[in-house]
């Protein structure tokens, strides 16, 4: 990567390098296991610059997202997450039964079926045709297709303008940031709201969580960062909250430029934040590095360690994280057997690069390890609930994010 996709500078600087991985979604049906597998770099750099972290654009988002893997509604918490967003939001913006509410990405219709309940017009653009499908299915209006200023300015010439503009956890995905914005500018109202969720790369340094790091996720914002990508395409940022979603997210509230006013005190509080964080200069990033390694000798080392002890570990998960987390360190069924997951969608497939096996969740009752490896860490309050049947026979989780950690399950 020569050149920053966002200002276009030439100022790019190494943060991380993580080998090279397939990507993260591609899930391996049994008969693909003898087959050549695409691998491409996963090198995280920064602009200097304009300051946001970007990895090259290896892989199109049509490649990715026509047939997609993930789907929102098996997560509980998500769900929940979701649903308190949109009552807030209607609470927040005054929005009755006659606003329309936008969701870009809307994958099975997780968020806008809340749209829904509350009487509200809404519709869905997601590119996937199979997780659109199933929103159509819940009952949700859903448009395949990708977002651009051209679908933007379409979707307002043929349903009008929509009162909020909701984005969440894509606005890292598209590596076309200005034109992703300017579609975002089309499809509000010139006095609406776009709402946006994104992990925050401030907590992605500070927690270690390099597994959300992705050919995906083609950038990772600061909100200083963020606002700058938003003033690209015609909006300005006008408020932020600070969210735990994914390990820690940034919700940022923003405006059409005309419209927008001053930002709240919340922007120049997280922005002091990044600042004195040093994710301004260099000095931010300089040690994530060696972090990001000592994180692969540990789980290795534990690991490799009750294999020799003849003690069982096997995953709980499949998530894309989960996916950078096993091929960067190298973990194949000899160390983890199998994983499971709530998808159906995935069971009976295989993770991408290092082949292991995806079962149903009840393999684990059945099986009874004596650790339950959890990839999707960000999920871990959920998750110690869901599964503390493991204490039953005396079996513990591992959680090898931030550092790894090995907890007793609550009875």
Known sequence: MTRCRLCGSEAMTSVVDLGATPPCESFLAADQLDKPEPAYPLHLRVCTDCWLAQIPPLITPEET?????????????????????????AARLGLGTGAFVVEVASNDGYLLKHVVDRGMRCLGIEPSVNVGAAARDAGVPTLTEFLSPETGSAVRAEHGPANLVVANNVYAHIPDVVGFTEGLRALVADDGWVSIEVQHLLTLIEENQYDTIYHEHFQYYTVASASRALASGGLALVDVELLPTHGGSIRLWARPTEVAGEPTRNVSDVLA???????????????????????????LKFLITAAERGETVVGYGAPGKGNTLLNHCGIRPDLLPYTVDRNPYK????TPGTRIPILPPERIAADKPDYVLVLPWNLRAELVEQLSFVHDWGGRLVFPIPELSIAEVAS
């Open 65 to 89: 997202f026509s047939e997609y893997a993930y789907f929102s509604s098996y997560s509980t918490s998500w769900v929940e997450h979701a649903r308190t967003f949109v009552a807030d939001a």
């Open 273 to 299: 934040r990044e600042k004195a964080a040093g994710l301004q200069e260099l000095s931010g990033y300089t040690e994530f590095s060696a972090r990001v390694a000592k994180v692969r000798r540990d789980l």
């Open 347 to 350: 069971h009976g497939r295989f």
